[in-house]
Nanobody, 124 residues
Framework: VQLQASGGGLVQAGGSLRLSCAAS????????MAWFRQAPGKEREFVAA????????YYADSVKGRFTISGDNAKNTVYLQMNSLKPEDTAVYYC??????????????????WGQGTQVTVSS
């Protein structure tokens, strides 16, 4: 399985970006797909996840109400719509996937597949 993340860039505070993560190589009927991020000097942290089988979504408290994760089964692609961006959202964003339906998807150690990361920079 290969994950290709894209859509990062430079945006002013209050702006929006949409990240995409295209998956290839396997079918994804029961996968959990997620976004994590890592800011300079900080540990990687969970952002959001979606269960492919039932559509359930999960969010970190810091992004609830501002970010939306969604998926397109036909394209094997997961999206992260990021609105009302803040400077503290600046980080490299990684997509991740696991073949199982994860019930605690914030634990990054569970994920088998990782994308290469895309930089998001929010200026104040």
């Amino acid at each position: 399985v290969q994950l290709q993340a894209s859509g990062g860039g430079l945006v002013q505070a209050g702006g929006s970006l949409r990240l995409s993560c295209a998956a290839s190589g396997r079918t994804f009927s029961s996968y959990t797909m997620a976004w994590f991020r890592q800011a300079p000097g900080k540990e990687r942290e969970f952002v959001a996840a979606i269960s492919w089988s039932d559509g359930n979504t999960y969010y970190a408290d810091s992004v609830k109400g501002r970010f939306t994760i969604s998926g397109d089964n036909a394209k094997n692609t997961v999206y992260l719509q990021m609105n009302s961006l803040k400077p503290e959202d600046t980080a490299v964003y990684y997509c991740a996937a696991d073949p199982r339906r994860l019930y605690y998807p914030a634990n990054e150690g569970q994920y088998v597949y990782w994308g290469q990361g895309t930089q998001v920079t929010v200026s104040s």
